[in-house]
């Protein structure tokens, strides 16, 4: 075994013993937690695994089957996203309304239906109604659901465990996703003699009908969820844990049944709704997650900008899933520990502005060009990134008579440092998020939260549709040759996502002083 296996195993096997030893760590901390909130972490892992793929092919399957513009397909991801938002905000109510597995049942329902009909129907008017409607209904549960879970099934103690927990197995999914997104795309595309990949959305016949290769995305994710419905049947709802840790019978609201319960619910959750809405602290909440938008962009600029971006510059059937959705999962797993541990003393308003300063300004090192890092291709390095992890080569002499594109240099130490600000930040707004909530209203809250992501995406959906069309265009669900100017896009993103940590810096203090008074005048570090 040369040095560049060797290597390569070592850190493998490193990355496995990790994993496991933060699984093991976690799971010791919330043994006196439901088995509930095992099987929800179950159906965490497989709903983010589905999502991860699909959101991934969201662009490329409306302009490739749907026959959708670039600028159109931003358009759809907005509405769409808008909807998320929309449903989302009142998902929370639902769940402190008519419980966790009733709602459970609900979005695996919607996930259901979408999946069926966007495996089969390309009409963009049809799919919209059929597809992402339901879709936007059926995710949107999903993770106020998990976060709401969390929070009752732990206790005050147990509590940063459960949604560090959270965390590393949403990322897990995601890695999975991104790992399914380049396996189908390589499966069912066609090559040319030669075996390079001429088309990646030349699909398969299956059951006396043609899917798509993008199509076979939403056939996955049908199977992913029929699964998540059988782990939903063996939830019970039953109990929860109280802030000592008391293991406690879940209360239940007596609605009435038939047309009364729905009647009896709805106003239950309007009641909530409107409650929350006029509290000042929920507005000054609000203010603060708003400022973290910015940089939270860059993740929706990743799910759908990124994968046109990705094959336009690097080529059909480049390996984009592996590039980002799997290499910043599987840092995130091995870095939050880590981060967590090492800055538990530091509060959690400096750990955001410098986070969100390093996931900013990391936007900027994929516009150095290619040039200056292609020397790394022949290395040790190169032979572990191109041939043992992306497959693009089977030897170091097919590495060097046949380089791949040196501009996945650029975006590869992007994606690294920007990870590595994700892990400073991320995770401390996730339980900041949760941990204002007043009792009895978490849901509302958390849900209500994505309040501020609901205004922002009227921008930056078309921003991301106007990016495509500008610099790396596509025409017929094939890319076009890239602006010379093409990392511009990543300019634009991070010039927007740097306002963040600006804001932060001005304001955020003032916030912070409203929301948790008592830490601000001596206990910062508790933060």
């Given amino acids: 075994m040369n040095i560049t296996g060797l290597i390569t195993v070592s850190l493998s096997t490193g990355i496995i013993l990790a994993f496991a030893a933060i699984i093991w760590n976690y799971a010791k901390g919330l043994k006196k937690s439901p088995a509930d909130m095992w099987l929800l972490f179950i159906y965490n892992i497989i709903e983010y695994t589905a999502y991860g793929a699909i959101n991934s092919v969201l662009t490329l399957w409306l302009t490739a089957d ?9 358009n759809y991801i907005m509405f769409w996203s ?46 919209f109604v059929l597809g992402f409607v339901p879709m936007a209904i059926g995710f949107a549960i999903v993770g106020p659901l998990v976060s709401v879970a969390i929070k009752r099934f732990t206790s005050k103690e147990t509590a940063a465990l459960g949604f560090g927990l959270f965390y590393v197995l949403m990322n897990l999914g995601y890695a999975l996703g991104g790992t399914t997104f380049d396996l189908l795309r390589e499966t069912f595309s066609s090559r040319d003699a030669a075996g390079k990949i001429i088309n990646e959305n030349a699909g398969v016949e299956f059951i006396g009908h043609h899917f798509s290769t993008y199509q076979m995305f939403f056939v996955t994710g049908f199977l992913l969820t029929v699964i998540s419905l059988c782990v939903a ?11 000592n840790g008391e293991r406690t019978e879940t209360s239940k609201k007596e609605l009435g049944t038939g047309f009364n319960a729905i009647r009896n619910s709805a106003a239950d959750v309007g009641t909530k709704l409107h409650n929350v809405v006029f509290e000042k602290i929920f507005w000054v909440y609000i203010g603060m997650l ?5 940089v939270r962009f860059i993740f929706f600029h990743f799910a ?37 541990y090492l800055t538990k003393r530091t509060s959690s308003y400096k750990m955001l502005i410098a986070g969100s300063l390093i996931s900013s300004l990391s936007c900027f090192i994929a516009v150095i060009p290619a040039s200056v890092f292609s020397p790394l291709t022949n290395t040790v390095l190169g032979e572990m990134i191109f041939i043992k992890w992306l497959g693009l080569a089977d030897s170091a002499q097919s590495l060097a008579s046949n380089p791949p594109p040196a501009e996945y240099w650029p975006l590869i130490i992007f994606i690294f440092i920007f990870t590595i600000g994700e892990a400073v930040w991320s995770p401390r ?3 900041f998020t949760a941990e204002i909530a007043p009792v009895g209203k978490e849901g509302t809250y958390i849900a209500l939260s994505i309040l501020p992501w609901f205004a922002a995406k009227f921008f930056v959906g078309p921003m991301s549709g106007f990016l495509v069309k500008t610099y790396t265009p ?27 940590p600006v804001t932060l810096i001005l304001l955020g203090k003032y916030f912070m002083k ?14």
């Fill in 514 to 527: 409203i929301l948790v008074p008592e830490k601000i005048e001596g206990k910062q570090d508790d933060l």
């Fill in 474 to 500: 596509f025409e017929n669900g094939h890319p076009l040759p890239p602006a010379p100017d093409y990392a511009m896009v990543w300019v634009w993103i991070g010039a927007m996502a740097l306002l963040t």
């Fill in 429 to 431: 707004l996730m339980q």
């Fill in 82 to 127: 808008i909807m998320l938002s929309i449903i989302g905000m009142v998902t929370g109510a639902v769940v402190d309304t008519i419980g966790i597995r009733k709602t459970l049942l609900i979005s695996i329902f919607f996930l259901l239906v979408s999946r069926f009909f966007m495996a089969f129907i390309t009409d963009p008017y049809i799919i």
């Fill in 233 to 243: 049947f063996f939830i019970k709802g039953k109990f929860e844990l109280d802030e």
């Fill in 66 to 74: 749907c026959g959708v513009s670039d600028m159109w397909a931003g």
């Fill in 304 to 340: 759908y900008t990124f994968p046109k971006y990705g094959i336009s510059v690097l080529g059909e059937g480049a390996k984009i899933g592996n590039l980002y959705t799997v290499f910043n999962s599987v840092l995130i797993i091995l870095f939050v520990p880590a981060v967590s």
């Fill in 290 to 294: 708003g400022l973290t938008l910015f």
